[in-house]
């Protein structure tokens, strides 16, 4: 029986919440802590209503360490789960030290003025979480997370070498607003209107934002048009996964969502530099965010799936293999269980199940890593039994791409 401190009351604290509260054989006691506590209260009469269980609230603003110490201090958890915002990673990994409570999150931290979308200062605490004899996981939500745990599946099960890594992220959902972003409106504008990258045959290739696009039939959602994009578990997979020539990461988009983003781009609304207004110093990104829908408003009437997944090539036993491993996930369903979305709900089951496996021994390990780092079986094993069950196809044709 454990002790579970989380950390961020948005879509994805939400999930992480109700789903800790779910599974109750392991999280037996449950803290939710975020800058707004009246989010965290609204979260415990869902979950109380829902689920029959009481969890506690808390304040917290995690961009200090020293606060989240003290209520590390109070509480006691086994282990922290860091849903807030990317801003808050290092603080949060400071209070664990301190601390010595093991950490895992679900994005890679940001520095507020430059978006970077790198892991370089978070695997700078390699050494002090080793030495702690505490374990810090990087990363697991869906993608990164899930997504990363199928390619260390496919490494260690189905292929002897993966040769390219297509991560394919596709909504098919529908939530009624003329413009809104699934996630943090900040950190989702953010990652979108940055230059495309990806890796080949040991570069980085640059491309210009969203410029290179395919339409892909994906199963149980349809033809939907996908995007070069960067995102950050590229960083980690080429490190991690044998003889890999390409990888590249894709998300859907549709042509309304990004007529909104390049008007809102063309008058500046996304831009993260401070202007001066009426006196005050305001970031654009931030005041936009203000304003659009809160992205955990628009679970109630979400319809449609969500399908993400990957698509490898490689070689097994000297003979081509080619294997697409994907998730499919309905947005009502989701509403049903835990009064979340999609996007929220397949970021925040992966974080529990990690949790679970730490506290639970199979991924306490100390040090700093990332998910396919670890041994994929345990997770692969119960994470369709937690709600995100996966499909294993052998595709005839190759990527059309
Ligand atoms: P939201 O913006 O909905 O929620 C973020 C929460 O963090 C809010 O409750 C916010 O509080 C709280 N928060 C912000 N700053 C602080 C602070 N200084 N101290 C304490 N709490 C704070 O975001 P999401 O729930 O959509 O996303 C959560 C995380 O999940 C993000 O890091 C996001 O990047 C990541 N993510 C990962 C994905 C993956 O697949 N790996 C996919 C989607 C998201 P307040 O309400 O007061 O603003």
Not at 170 to 187: D, M, R, V
Not at 248 to 253: A, G, K, P, Q, S
Not at 272 to 296: D, S
């Amino acid at each position: 029986m454990s002790r579970v401190l989380i950390i961020g009351a948005g879509g994805v604290g939400g999930v992480v919440a109700h789903k800790c509260a779910m599974n109750s054989d392991v999280f037996s006691d449950i803290l939710l802590a975020s800058r707004t506590v009246a989010k965290c209260e609204a979260i415990a009469r869902d979950i109380a209503e829902l689920h029959g269980r009481r969890i506690a609230t808390a304040a917290l603003d995690a961009d200090r360490p020293e606060n989240t110490i003290r209520l590390i201090e109070s509480f006691r958890p086994d282990i922290v789960i860091n849903v807030a915002l990317p801003y808050q990673d290092l603080a949060i990994m400071e209070a664990c030290l301190a601390t010595r409570v093991h950490y895992l999150d679900t994005a890679n931290y940001e520095p507020p003025d430059v978006a970077k979308f790198e892991y370089k200062w978070q695997w700078a605490y390699r050494e002090r979480f080793a030495a702690a004899g505490i374990t810090a996981i990087l990363g697991c939500g869906f993608d990164p997370g899930q997504t990363n745990i199928y390619c260390a599946w496919a490494q260690k099960h189905r292929f002897d070498e993966i040769h390219t890594i297509d991560i394919m992220d596709c909504n098919a959902g529908s939530h009624g607003q003329p413009f809104a972003t699934n996630f943090n409106p900040e950190i989702n504008i953010r990652e979108i209107t940055q230059r495309g990258r990806y890796w080949e045959r040991g570069e980085w290739r640059e491309t210009e934002p969203l410029s290179v696009h395919a339409p892909f039939d994906f199963p149980e959602c349809g033809v939907r048009e996908m995007y070069l994009m960067y995102h950050e578990e590229l960083e980690s997979l080429v490190q991690h996964i044998r003889g890999l020539r390409r990888i590249r990461f894709w998300m859907t988009f549709s042509q309304e969502y990004l007529t909104h983003l390049r008007v809102l781009q063309n008058v500046g609304m996304t831009s993260i530099t401070p202007i001066e207004f009426e006196g005050k110093q305001i970031v654009p990104l931030q005041f936009l965010k203000a304003v659009l829908p809160k992205p955990e408003s628009l679970a109630a009437h979400y319809t449609g799936k969500t399908n993400i997944g990957c698509w490898l090539e490689g070689v097994k036993d000297g003979r081509p293999r080619r294997l697409y491993i994907y998730n499919v996930c309905d947005h009502a369903a989701c509403y049903r269980e835990v009064r979340a979305q999609a996007i929220s709900y397949t970021t925040g089951v992966p974080a529990v199940l990690g949790a679970k496996l730490v506290l639970t021994g199979a991924w306490r390990r100390p040090g700093v890593w990332n998910v396919e780092q670890l041994d994929p079986d345990p997770f692969m094993a119960e994470i369709g039994r937690q709600g995100l069950p996966w499909v294993e196809t052998e595709p005839a044709q190759p990527l059309p791409l």
